[in-house]
């Protein structure tokens, strides 16, 4: 890391947040942009509300919001100074949407694999002279059996990631700013579980997803923000169990939320969060939102 100087953080593993020292670019502009699987945004309207007040981010990026475009808190969220929303919902499953101080362009929703299925959404954010492109993924889940013949939910899971290989190869990711973030649905790395060896046959970590993600990462050079930040060998999770009643103490989470970035923005990175924290709100989502900060 070129100059840096990295501030170890005082937390307990998972608890990370990591600053960055840049060299002086005149007056850089901060770009800070966030990924939540939320897990039923009217339900969770208030956690939202409280982050975007406690935490500040430019840009939220939830999943799982599980609602019609019709029946998201627009109105409360553009309250607090976000007014700029894009919103691809569905009625009782999946959804994504993108919440930002910052105007955006050219919003794009693809399907994957099933029609109707809301899990992609991307925006244009014209920033410091630059267009960054951000795509927020919620990849499914995969279900509980890792058998693509038994299970159609893991077939899905290993098709969609398929074709997010093919379509993240194309010209218009390679040759652009881009951030590709959401609720992977994958724990990559043996440090990224609690226990690789008890997870191997567990979906979320099998290796037939692992490889294919990390396939993605490599043939597009991606940087994995989190992993930029956090050495291999460090535990990493932004995702803790339902099931387990005392969360904290177990602490047998997995990072199934992700934060990648193109080669060209890797100057520009100079933070990352996760937030522990939230997993212990009152009503919490099974994930936490994760942070990460440009300098641009």
């Given at each position: 890391m070129r100059g840096a100087i990295l501030l170890?953080?005082?937390?307990r593993p998972c608890s990370i947040k990591r600053v960055v020292g840049s060299e002086a670019r005149g007056d850089p502009v901060k770009l800070k942009i966030a990924t939540w699987n939320i897990n039923s945004v009217r339900h969770r309207r208030d956690l939202v509300k409280k982050f975007l007040i406690d935490h500040q981010p430019d840009?939220?990026?939830?999943?799982?919001?599980?609602?019609?475009?019709?029946?998201f808190p627009e109105s409360e969220?553009?309250?607090?100074?976000?007014?700029?929303?894009?919103?691809?919902?569905?009625?009782?499953y999946h959804g994504v949407a993108i919440i930002s101080r910052l105007p955006f362009e050219n919003i794009e929703k693809r399907e994957f694999c099933l029609k109707g299925d809301a899990r992609h959404l991307a925006v244009t954010l014209p920033v410091s002279g630059r267009k960054i492109r951000v795509h927020n993924?919620?990849?499914?889940?995969?279900?509980?059996?890792?058998?693509?013949q038994a299970n159609d939910k893991f077939a899905h899971k290993l098709g969609f990631l398929d074709e997010m290989h093919r379509w993240t190869m194309e010209t218009s990711f390679v040759d652009a700013d881009t951030i590709l973030l959401g609720d992977f649905n994958v724990a990559p790395y043996e440090n990224d579980v609690w226990s690789h060896?008890?997870?191997?046959?567990?979906?979320?970590?099998?290796?037939?997803?692992?490889?294919?993600?990390?396939?993605?990462?490599?043939?597009?050079?991606?940087?994995?923000?989190?992993?930029?930040?956090?050495?291999?060998?460090?535990?990493l999770y932004t995702w803790w169990s339902y099931r387990a009643r005392d969360w904290a103490n177990a602490d047998k989470g997995r990072r199934l939320d992700h934060i990648w970035a193109s080669r060209s923005l890797e100057p520009a990175l100079s933070a990352i969060d996760i937030l522990r924290?939230?997993?212990?709100w009152e009503g919490p989502s099974d994930h936490v939102p994760v942070s990460a900060v440009l300098q641009l």
């Open positions: 170890a953080a005082k937390h840009v939220l990026c939830l999943q799982e919001t599980k609602c019609r475009d019709s029946e969220i553009r309250k607090l100074g976000y007014e700029h929303i894009a919103i691809n919902g569905q009625k009782g993924f919620y990849i499914p889940a995969g279900g509980d059996e890792p058998d693509p060896k008890a997870l191997l046959k567990v979906v979320s970590h099998t290796p037939i997803e692992t490889e294919k993600l990390t396939a993605i990462l490599k043939a597009g050079d991606w940087i994995d923000v989190l992993r930029r930040f956090t050495p291999m060998e460090q535990k924290d939230a997993r212990g």
